[in-house]
């Protein structure tokens, strides 16, 4: 089996990667997957796919589906 690049974080059971281009390289590939797949159905718009990544509180980069308002939102709050 293949090494995978992605690691489990502490903070939840989701895909967590160590630096932010990893994590963003898997965004991207996700985004692709998602499309394709949305394509073929012909609901583009109404399928939901990760969009955002982000770091938490131990240092890993993840996913998120959030939109770019509440992820601010959230961002705002850790800021503060
Ligand atoms: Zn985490």
Known sequence: ????EFHTCECSDKRAFADERAADKAL??????RDRTAERRGQR???ERENRIYQCDFGMWHLTKQS????????AL???
Not at 1 to 4: A, S
């Open 28 to 33: 991207g590939r996700a985004q692709a997957k």
């Open 68 to 75: 770019r308002r509440s992820f601010e939102g959230r961002t």
């Open 1 to 4: 089996m293949k090494t995978v």
């Open 45 to 47: 718009r109404a399928i």
């Open 78 to 80: 850790y800021a503060a």
